[in-house]
């Protein structure tokens, strides 16, 4: 079971979540990045990313704002959130992923630290010629600083946590907007003019847009920054949503303004070219790089408070294999609940990256990371606004095709950045995901949310149906069959001939009757019998819907039954029944029935088992008689929707046709050959046998003679025979198999 993290009360308003995002969108990628993509890419082409970006921000923001007012917010940020409102199993996914995403743009806040210390270093050196050589040589050295830079950093978070980082952000925030405002005023750089501006051209040679795209995301991701704060503040459902929207908003105008001050400031190749080609243009130049350093600390900063909290809040919930390991990165300082030891591992990995020192191949990986994560959650999103969910009340709503058009164009653009990059990054999260289920005790599963998705999209239909004339004659007849038994486990033909019927063309509905009066007793074994069929490989594998039934009589099960409603929306209109040779009294339990069925307007089907089918099934003998004209249609239909079934696969289905008389064969056979090709039935002339009745054969005799090897007989019989023979309008074909007996209420069309 999950552990609620259990911390003083946060002490931090919006503002806070305000500044953490802030800092991290106009970050590093604006100012160290941005004019190469312009360059590369063009002004509108800079516009497409920022739109192509904030297409899937904006969604991953309202649907994250959202998630937060559901419930009480904690430490852990986005995980918390999503873990809470959604499961352990589908939180912990994601934010496993969301883990490796902050932790990465930790080392990409610091690679980015050192490109703006370099030209200082440079400064520096001239200035003071007579520094040491050695120092002058790690100064100069950017994996060398940035290993200092991430152990400063490191010890920064290990004796100061969160605390240093919220005070560091004003004025962070601060030298941003001064940074920003010098680079507006500023002027275009030397010797070149209005005239030479271009708003629709890009530099020759250019990379590709997509791998731009993938190198500026991450500026972009800064809309999530405050999340992890959310353990620290006095309000966390209304400081995330406003502190996150006003965030991104004043984002997306700062990005849109800076590409266009670029493009009137400086040739394309210079934007493309030069790193730090803001300072050339702003009205004082080292600023840019101070604005670079300050903003690349602050993410840092905001990163490396965001992604232990994230890890801690996993161990606290006992997702790694380990005990003892999820005990330890759970673990937080006594007096506050600092991630200490989360922090140390953070710190490690990012790291590692650090020494990598490709700022493109890390901003590449954090980009896909991120796009997997907002994926994920916008889809979730989307589908617990259609899941009926009633514990989901959040009090700020966005609206679900907004949530889906964030999850579209995130698994797009994924595979626009990276295909290899990213089917194997969603084979990653299938692992994690079945990892987690396997161990979690957390029955909230993704396939949970999909049912409760699917129950309400069938309920719309069916009450949609019904509204429409869901019950209204159609010209093309289908079976929507109902069957009862209460000998569900010791035989299975009921159910196999529902399955049958129901594989393709029709639907199916199975009920299991239980003998009795419905008491705590009765009601408590039918759920269990429910299980049990449940779990049957048949049923399972079957499209049959499958319930129980409770009643003091089989007439009175039966006259609930043909009551219920079938599942796909519109009434029952066939009734299966069953019995063996040898049962005389249940037969004449559906005899005495048959009056109680037609009254209620549905077809009979009732089959009769005697011998083991085989494991193969060859043939389906079909027989027609002059008096069977309503019966037949309807019978070859049955023969033909039971082919369909893979149990029959390659079957024959056999018609047999009575004629009275030779002087009637010629127009018997015409009818039929013309009735086969009509009505397009797989049904080969060879296989339309003519069989005359004389005065010496009964029409049993004929039967039994001809399909004593058949491995599904199906005969018509009339209500009127029924109330006049009883159970020997049934008896007389001993010789046969397994029979299906049909009565058609009226005459289907086979068109």
């Known amino acids: 079971?999950?552990?609620?993290?259990?911390?003083?009360?946060?002490?931090?308003?919006?503002?806070?979540?305000?500044?953490?995002?802030?800092?991290?969108?106009?970050?590093?990628?604006?100012?160290?990045?941005?004019?190469?993509?312009?360059?590369?890419?063009?002004?509108?082409?800079?516009?497409?990313?920022?739109?192509?970006?904030?297409?899937?921000?904006?969604?991953?923001?309202?649907?994250?704002?959202?998630?937060?007012?559901?419930?009480?917010?904690?430490?852990?940020?986005?995980?918390?959130?999503?873990?809470?409102?959604?499961?352990?199993?589908?939180?912990?996914?994601?934010?496993?992923?969301?883990?490796?995403?902050?932790?990465?743009?930790?080392?990409?806040?610091?690679?980015?630290?050192?490109?703006?210390?370099?030209?200082?270093?440079?400064?520096?050196?001239?200035?003071?010629?007579?520094?040491?050589q050695f120092i002058a040589d790690i100064m100069l050295n950017k994996k060398m600083i940035g290993i200092i830079s991430m152990g400063i950093l490191t010890l920064l978070m290990l004796t100061k946590g969160a605390n240093i980082g919220i005070k560091a952000l004003y004025g962070i925030v601060a030298v941003l907007f001064v940074s920003l405002l010098f680079f507006f005023i500023g002027s275009p750089v030397d010797g070149y003019r209005f005239a030479d501006v271009s708003f629709v051209e890009s530099i020759r040679n250019s990379d590709d847009f997509f791998y731009v795209f993938a190198i500026i995301f991450p500026a972009f991701t800064g809309m999530a920054a405050g999340l992890g704060l959310s353990g620290d503040l006095k309000n966390p459902k209304s400081s995330i949503p406003r502190g996150t929207i006003w965030a991104t908003v004043i984002g997306i105008a700062v990005y849109v303004l800076v590409a266009f001050k670029l493009v009137l400031s400086a040739p394309l190749q210079s934007l493309g070219a030069?790193?730090?080609?803001?300072?050339?243009?702003?009205?004082?130049?080292?600023?840019?790089?101070?604005?670079?350093?300050?903003a690349s600390i602050s993410s840092a900063l905001g990163s490396i408070m965001v992604a232990p909290r994230t890890l801690q809040a996993l161990g606290f919930d006992n997702i790694f294999p380990l005990r003892k390991l999820n005990n330890w990165m759970a673990k937080g300082r006594e007096k506050d609940n600092e991630p200490i030891n989360s922090s140390v591992i953070t710190c490690i990995l990012a790291l590692v990256f650090v020494v990598v020192g490709d700022i493109n191949m890390v901003a590449q990986l954090i980009a896909m990371f991120f796009m997997i994560t907002y994926g994920a959650i916008c889809a979730i999103s989307f589908l617990e606004h259609f899941s009926g969910d009633p514990s989901y009340r959040p009090t700020f709503k966005s609206r679900w095709y907004i949530s889906l058009i964030g999850a579209v164009l995130s698994v797009w653009l994924m595979f626009k950045m990276d295909t290899l990059f990213a089917i194997l990054s969603i084979i990653l999260m299938i692992i994690f995901y079945i990892y987690i289920s396997r161990n979690s005790t957390d029955k909230r599963e993704i396939v949970s949310l999909f049912r409760d998705v699917l129950v309400q999209f069938a309920r719309q239909i069916q009450i949609f149906i019904q509204k429409k004339g869901g019950d209204d004659e159609s010209p093309h007849w289908r079976p929507f069959v109902i069957s009862i038994n209460e000998e569900s486990f010791e035989r299975k033909d009921a159910f196999d001939m529902c399955r049958w019927i129901s594989f393709k063309y029709g639907f199916g509905t199975y009920i299991h009757y239980i003998n009795g009066y419905l008491s705590k007793d009765t009601f408590k074994q039918s759920k269990e019998v429910l299980k049990q069929l449940l779990k049957d490989e048949k049923v399972s594998k079957s499209n049959v819907y499958v319930d129980t039934i409770i009643s003091p009589s089989y007439t009175s099960a039966l006259a609930q039954v043909i009551q219920l409603s079938s599942i796909s929306g519109k009434g029952n209109n066939l009734i299966l029944l069953t019995y063996k040779e040898n049962e005389k009294e249940r037969f004449a339990d559906i005899i005495s029935n048959f009056k109680l069925l037609q009254s209620t307007g549905f077809d009979v089907a009732i089959y009769k088992t005697d011998k083991v089918r085989k494991s193969k099934m060859e043939e389906i003998h079909v027989w027609i008689s002059s008096r069977d004209y309503e019966n037949s249609n309807m019978m070859i239909l049955l023969g033909y929707i039971i082919s369909s079934h893979p149990d029959w696969k390659n079957a024959k289905i056999k018609v047999f046709s009575i004629y009275p008389n030779q002087d009637e064969f010629e127009?018997?056979?015409?009818?039929?050959?013309?009735?086969?090709?009509?009505?397009?039935?797989?049904?080969?002339?060879?296989?339309?046998?003519?069989?005359?009745?004389?005065?010496?054969?009964g029409i049993k005799s004929i039967i039994n003679k001809h399909s004593e090897k058949a491995d599904l007989t199906i005969v018509g019989f009339r209500s009127e025979v029924v109330k006049k023979q009883k159970l020997a309008a049934f008896e007389g074909y001993e010789k046969l198999g397994n029979i299906l007996f049909v009565n058609s209420l009226k005459g289907k069309e086979i068109e």
């Not at 999950?2 to 002490?11: A, Q, R, S, T």
């Open 1 to 132: 079971m999950p552990i609620e993290i259990n911390k003083p009360k946060g002490k931090f308003g919006t503002t806070p979540v305000f500044m953490a995002s802030i800092s991290t969108i106009l970050g590093a990628i604006l100012f160290l990045r941005f004019g190469y993509a312009v360059g590369n890419v063009g002004f509108m082409g800079a516009l497409g990313i920022i739109l192509l970006g904030h297409l899937v921000t904006v969604p991953t923001a309202l649907a994250i704002a959202e998630i937060a007012t559901n419930r009480k917010v904690e430490g852990g940020g986005a995980y918390y959130i999503i873990s809470r409102s959604f499961g352990l199993n589908i939180g912990a996914t994601i934010g496993i992923a969301l883990y490796l995403s902050q932790a990465i743009s930790v080392s990409f806040y610091v690679i980015a630290f050192v490109e703006s210390f370099y030209p200082f270093a440079l400064f520096l050196i001239d200035i003071y010629p007579t520094v040491p």
């Open 667 to 697: 127009n018997y056979k015409k009818r039929m050959f013309s009735f086969i090709e009509s009505g397009r039935l797989p049904i080969s002339p060879l296989n339309l046998k003519m069989i005359p009745q004389n005065e010496h054969s």
């Open 274 to 294: 030069d790193q730090l080609i803001m300072s050339k243009i702003a009205i004082w130049g080292p600023i840019i790089p101070i604005g670079l350093a300050c």
